[in-house]
């Protein structure tokens, strides 16, 4: 038998980084779940107590506080940590993986388990390069294995996250490493693969957002969809052109230094604890909610605004947090939107409202990020179906092209050159 000995080495390799990313962040994705539950009874309780309140007002400053004695040391550590990967596979940013690993892990926790409007996603993604990262200066590997390591601990953090293997690889070749060779995607899926049993062992089959819907979108409702897919590329140009625009916004607290910011949506998420507690944290239980029971369409669009907006002000505070799973219930809430719409001017059915959320997901990601295979399959794993595949490619390809004639950018891309633009 004739054995490739390095795709076997890369494999094994990946098999033991894999296994550790899925127990790092794992134990991050829980501890954030657990954190979330803690504090939404708290605002609840505190809307009663007014002494309560005040010992909340002053523990967020607290927090705020040690979250930034906690990252201002590694300012690396600060917002999604994707474009901080992206970096360092590109040899642009050189990173202490210990230093990344225990400061994001914590500090991470502690902001998104709040509620505020962040992902877990990009941390989950950093976390793993920064495992990776440890596994091969262990192993004292030299640099292209050691970039290797890096993106399998890239893919393995996002597929333990979501649940999403396949899209944890495709990921990582599409946006992150950019690059197809063997090794890279052979390295990733494994590892990929590994978190995810980890992952599944601790949370369950149960896909991240189990969406059930019974009636597939007959073709001859696909015009629809292009307006969609038109709606969410326009809509995805505007959040890129907002989110880079978050800095000006909090030069207008310059007097707080940068790594105390995250004391304004600290504060902020109080009042939205106490009175939209469902809306809480990355967006995966209100994705839920409005897929089994759509409200009207004030309520959406109220939502839309509210998530936008804070969504906007929780990341570009620079807390460790992320924007992949805002960026998907914003999408969600887009597609219900325009669902709504329709079927109020009957040309719609509402039985396939939940179609268009799930569509408008992977085409809202696809145009934000340029990455439409990612969005593809993500939403496909994630909602754990393949009745879909067709429409969903058709929203996320309209949505991309809308945003690339637009002139947008990767999102991912532009805010790993204001990373740079900062640091000079």
Known sequence: MNIDRTRLNVVLRAIVVGLLVGIVVSAF???IGQLLEVWKVIYHTSAQNHWLMLVVILGMVGLAWIIGKITGPNPNVMGSGIPQ????????????????????FVAGI???????????????????????????????????????MIATGAAAGLAAAFSAPIAGTMFVLEEIYRSFSVLVWLGA???????????????????????????????????????????????????????LWMPRFYQLFSRIPREFQGVVPLLLVIPVGIYFSNTLGGGATLIQS???????????????LLRFVFSMISYGSGLPGGIFLPILTLGALIGAIVGMV????????????????????????????????????????MVGS???????????????????????????????ARLQLTKR
Not at 114 to 141: C, D, M, N
Not at 208 to 237: E, M
Request: a positive charge; one cysteine or more.
């Open 290 to 304: 409005v897929a089994k029971s759509v409200p009207g369409l004030g309520i959406l669009v109220g939502l839309l």
């Open 110 to 148: 502690l902001a998104i388990g709040t509620g505020t409007f962040l992902g877990r996603e990009g941390p989950s993604i950093q976390l793993g390069a920064a495992v990776g990262q440890l596994y091969a200066e262990k192993r004292h590997f030299k640099q292209q294995n050691r970039s290797l």
């Open 29 to 31: 994705r829980w501890a």
């Open 189 to 243: 899926l494994t590892g990929a693969l590994t978190a995810d049993l980890v992952a599944q062992e601790i949370f369950g089959l149960t896909p991240v957002l189990a969406i059930h819907y019974t009636h597939v979108l007959p073709l001859h409702y696909y015009w629809i969809l292009v307006i969609l897919g038109l709606v969410l590329g326009l809509a995805g140009y505007c959040y890129q052109r907002v989110i």
């Open 85 to 104: 990967v992206e970096g360092q596979l590109h040899g642009q940013i050189e990173m202490n993986a210990w230093s990344v690993l225990w400061r994001k």
């Open 386 to 416: 393949l009745m879909h595949l067709l429409p969903l490619a058709l929203v996320a390809l309209v949505a991309y092209l809308v945003v690339d004639l637009l002139g947008g950018t990767p999102i991912y891309e532009s805010l790993l």
């Open 342 to 381: 329709f079927v109020k001017m009957g040309l719609l059915p509402n039985v396939y409202i939940p179609n268009l959320i799930i569509f408008a997901m992977a085409g809202y990601f696809a145009g934000i990020s340029k990455a439409p295979f990612t969005a593809i399959i993500l939403i496909t794993e």
